[in-house]
């Protein structure tokens, strides 16, 4: 299964917006406001500055510049910024946490032999865990 | 606003762009059409749903359900645009705009209706003069 890394559409949840609500699809989404409930895209999540997230997300990639209390999973890249606040689990097959960003939880990286558009090494057995072995789902 | 009502087939956008904000009025929250929302919608600013809803919108701003939106519950808005699909109760405290698009099953409650012409709608309405129920 191809991973395109972005959608081209993106959907806003702006400053002022309060969202209680469970959010699926495939779009990135843009979050200036608040959410708090489950976000599963086939695409990418921004945490803008003003964006507070009490919930649980799925994307792609996921690059946070506000505030997230939850779990997270990028299938792909989870960035954190400097002004970024991050509170719960990080799974993420490369992650990015710049100086400045807080980050209170454990993280683990996704390792995926299912070699997408880079073979480097086709499926080398690891000994750390791979528990779920990043499925794409 | 009609900023996504027509967009231009021959216009491919570059493939990675991962931060967006082009043409989107910032102030407005943009559900597109890829999205399918559950749960409650609220706030202070505008709202525009292309994607499918269902739960509660309750917005002081305005509201606009586009032709491809699918929108199950209670809704209100301070002005409301419905080109879309809605089912439930509809609440607009100063205006309510209903398009020809538009397929509305429910009850409606607002000061001030316009329907074009091939909206379909079944359904109550209710018209107060005083704006907030």
Do not use: C, W
């Amino acid at each position: 299964m191809p991973i395109e890394t972005t959608t081209a559409a993106t959907s806003v949840i702006s400053a002022k917006a309060k969202i209680a609500a469970d959010i699926r699809g495939g779009e990135n989404l843009l979050i200036e406001g608040y959410v708090k409930g489950t976000i599963e895209l086939e695409g990418d999540i921004i945490v803008a500055t003003s964006g507070v997230v009490e919930a649980d997300l799925a994307a792609n990639n996921i690059i946070i510049q506000g505030t997230v209390r939850g779990n997270a999973i990028a299938r792909e890249h989870l960035e954190i910024l400097s002004s970024g606040n991050m509170t719960g689990d990080i799974s993420a097959r490369s992650l990015d946490l710049k100086e400045g960003s807080s980050f209170e939880g454990r993280s683990r990286m996704i390792k995926s032999e299912v070699a997408v558009a880079t073979p480097q090494q086709p499926a080398v057995p690891d000994e750390s865990e791979t528990s779920d072995s990043g499925d794409t789902a | 606003m009609g900023l996504f009502g027509k967009k231009n087939e021959t216009d491919p956008e570059p493939t990675t762009a991962p931060l967006p904000m082009s043409g989107i009025k910032s102030g407005t929250t943009f559900l597109g059409q890829g999205l399918n929302v559950q749960g409650r919608i609220g706030g202070q600013d505008d709202v525009l749903i292309l994607g499918s809803h269902e739960g509660e919108i309750e917005v002081n701003g305005q509201l606009e359900i586009q032709e491809e939106a699918n929108v199950r519950g209670h809704i209100r808005a301070k002005t409301m645009v419905i080109k879309g699909r809605v089912e439930g109760s509809i609440v607009a405290d100063q205006k309510l705009k209903i398009l020809y698009t538009a397929r509305i099953t429910g009850s409606i409650t607002t000061p001030v209706i316009s329907v074009q012409e091939g909206a379909e709608f079944e359904g109550e309405v209710k018209m107060h003069k005083s704006g907030s129920e």
